[in-house]
T-cell receptor, first 109, second 118 residues
Framework: GQQVMQIPQYQHVQEGEDFTTYCNSS?????IQWYKQRPGGHPVFLIQ?????EVKKQKRLTFQFGEAKKNSSLHITATQTTDVGTYFC?????????FGAGTTVTVRA | EAEVAQSPRYKITEKSQAVAFWCDPI?????LYWYRQILGQGPELLVQ????????DSQLPKDRFSAERLKGVDSTLKIQPAELGDSAMYLC????????????????FGPGTRLTVT
């Protein structure tokens, strides 16, 4: 079945810096969702992207869907300690989610 | 804000024993999912219900795992017998049906049950 690869697996960021995490697929995706899981917590829905080239912003988070709908990215500006956690992208096939392995973000104060 | 409820939160059991997990989805959510999450990995779908019917259980190890949602509301996931490799977080999620929007709805996850098999 379809799978997504997330890179990097780990992201260590200095507080205040920006970073980007990527979600790549070898096949065209119908849409993609992003979730955040805090340490010891459960996944929480962040956003869904549907259209080619779509860009959505949530405060310091910017989500983008590639023009070919084969990749997606999450960019965080001015990283804060509250951004700590694992960010998962999930592709949707027949309304089932297939999660990537996630990017685990740690923040140095 | 409505939440998905799961119990127990933690379970320690010996291998070959039976365990059961319970999930109560958000009221009105017709679709219910059970996931298994191994430490350091993303959740993996085990079974999906639409109301009381199983929509997908292709990844459910049916020789030892079973799931039911008899009245289309709450659900139980059972493992019998438990094996060491079953140690993981078991997450339940629910979502609204997608029939009238055309795109999948977001899934709401419960706090999970962390299972340790010794």
């Amino acid at each position: 079945g379809q799978q997504v690869m997330q890179i990097p697996q780990y992201q260590h960021v200095q507080e205040g810096e920006d970073f980007t995490t990527y979600c790549n697929s070898s096949t065209t995706l119908s849409n993609i969702q992003w979730y955040k899981q805090r340490p010891g917590g459960h996944p929480v829905f962040l956003i869904q992207l549907v259209k080619s080239g779509e860009v959505k912003k949530q405060k310091r988070l910017t989500f983008q869907f590639g023009e070919a709908k084969k990749n997606s990215s999450l960019h965080i500006t001015a990283t804060q300690t509250t951004d700590v956690g694992t960010y998962f992208c999930a592709l949707i096939n027949d309304y089932k989610l297939s999660f990537g392995a996630g990017t685990t973000v740690t923040v140095r104060a | 804000e409505a939440e998905v409820a799961q119990s127990p939160r933690y379970k320690i059991t010996e291998k070959s024993q039976a365990v059961a997990f319970w999930c109560d989805p958000i009221s009105g959510h017709a679709t219910l999912y059970w996931y298994r999450q191994i430490l350091g990995q993303g959740p993996e779908l085990l079974v999906q219900f639409q109301d009381e019917s199983v929509v997908d259980d292709s990844q459910l190890p049916k020789d030892r795992f079973s799931a039911e949602r008899l009245k289309g509301v709450d659900s139980t996931l059972k493992i019998q017998p438990a094996e060491l490799g079953d140690s993981a977080m078991y997450l339940c999620a629910s979502s609204q049906p997608d029939h009238y929007r055309g795109t999948p709805y977001e899934q709401y996850f419960g706090p999970g049950t962390r299972l340790t098999v010794t």
